[in-house]
C-alpha cells in the first residue's frame, strides 16, 4: 500500500517562514508529477505548486517569488519551502504524487493527510 506522510505545518507570523515535507512510503515503481494543494475555510481546494520527474516547476501566480517545490527522488520526498507568509496563505495543505506500484501499472493519483498552516497577522 502506498502512504503519504506530511509534516511541517504549525502557525507562523506574517513574514514568517514553514517548510513542508511529504514522503512517500510502501510498493513504487516510479514517481512522476508531485504537487501541493492547499484548501482555505469554504473554499475550493487549489493546486499550487507541481514539480515533474526531470524537475520543472508551476506555480499559481499568488505564491510566485515566495513558494519554492522541491523534490528529493531518492527519499521519494517532495517540499515546500514557503517564505514571506500573509494571512491569506492560512489553509489545509495536501501533497499529492503520480505514482505507479510497478512499471506496468497506470499512474494513480495519491494524497497526503493534509496538515495545516495558521498564518497570524
Given amino acids: 500500500?502506498?502512504?503519504?506522510?506530511?509534516?511541517?505545518?504549525?502557525?507562523?507570523?506574517a513574514g514568517g517562514s514553514l517548510r513542508l515535507s511529504c514522503a512517500?512510503?510502501?510498493?513504487?515503481?516510479s514517481i512522476n508529477v508531485m504537487g501541493w494543494y492547499r484548501q482555505a475555510p469554504g473554499q475550493r481546494r487549489e493546486l499550487i505548486?507541481?514539480?515533474?520527474?526531470a524537475s520543472s516547476t508551476t506555480y499559481v501566480?499568488?505564491?510566485?517569488g515566495r513558494?519554492?517545490?522541491?523534490?528529493?527522488?531518492?527519499?521519494?520526498?517532495?517540499?515546500?519551502?514557503?517564505?514571506?507568509?500573509?494571512?491569506?496563505?492560512?489553509a489545509v495543505y495536501?501533497?499529492?504524487?503520480?505514482?505507479?506500484?510497478?512499471?506496468?501499472?497506470?499512474?494513480?493519483n495519491f494524497w497526503g493527510q493534509g496538515t495545516q498552516v495558521t498564518v497570524s497577522s
Avoid: H, W
Avoid at 500500500?1 to 507570523?13: D, F, M, T
Avoid at 505548486?49 to 520527474?53: G, N, P
Avoid at 513558494?67 to 492560512?90: C, G, H, W
Fill in 1 to 13: 500500500q502506498v502512504q503519504l506522510v506530511e509534516s511541517g505545518g504549525g502557525l507562523v507570523q
Fill in 24 to 29: 512517500a512510503s510502501g510498493t513504487i515503481a
Fill in 49 to 53: 505548486a507541481t514539480i515533474t520527474s
Fill in 61 to 64: 501566480d499568488s505564491v510566485k
Fill in 67 to 90: 513558494f519554492t517545490i522541491s523534490r528529493d527522488n531518492a527519499k521519494k520526498t517532495v517540499y515546500l519551502q514557503m517564505n514571506s507568509l500573509k494571512p491569506e496563505d492560512t
Fill in 94 to 108: 495536501y501533497c499529492t504524487m503520480g505514482i505507479r506500484v510497478t512499471y506496468t501499472s497506470a499512474t494513480n
